[in-house]
Nanobody, 124 residues
Framework: QVQLVESGGGLVQPGGSLRLSCTAS????????IGWFRQAPGKEHEGVSC????????YYADSVEGRFTISRDNAKNTVYLQMNSLKPEDTAVYYC?????????????????WGQGTQVTVSS
């Protein structure tokens, strides 16, 4: 059974950091493009970052460029999203997703498999 599980969310003050993890079971992550998305209350899903399957190329939304870093540990079948300099507007449920077709994208409908999400709240 294909499954993605996110962890690492929580409450953090503005300017703080969190590291989210996305661990796969039932398939090998390194053959997939992995994306991170977020959804704030009342808003659409927003693509945050993705990492390619072959060369590990990384892509970021303008809103997080320079603050967030995506990486993968194939030995652990896990992809990480390091989030630094967090802002209140980063508050959302964060999801990871897997795309078997190999074209990096920040578009939700390109992804076949989704995790259940983890809440990130940035507040003082």
């Amino acid at each position: 059974q294909v499954q993605l599980v996110e962890s690492g969310g929580g409450l953090v003050q503005p300017g703080g950091s969190l590291r989210l993890s996305c661990t796969a079971s039932g398939f090998t992550l390194d053959y997939y493009v992995i994306g991170w998305f977020r959804q704030a209350p009342g808003k659409e899903h927003e693509g945050v970052s993705c990492i390619s399957s072959s060369h590990g190329r990384t892509y970021y939304a303008d809103s997080v460029e320079g603050r967030f870093t995506i990486s993968r540990d194939n030995a652990k079948n896990t992809v990480y999203l390091q989030m630094n300099s967090l802002k209140p507007e980063d508050t959302a449920v964060y999801y990871c997703a897997a795309d078997p077709r190999g074209t990096p994208s920040l578009v939700t409908y390109d992804y076949d498999y989704w995790g259940q999400g983890t809440q990130v709240t940035v507040s003082s």
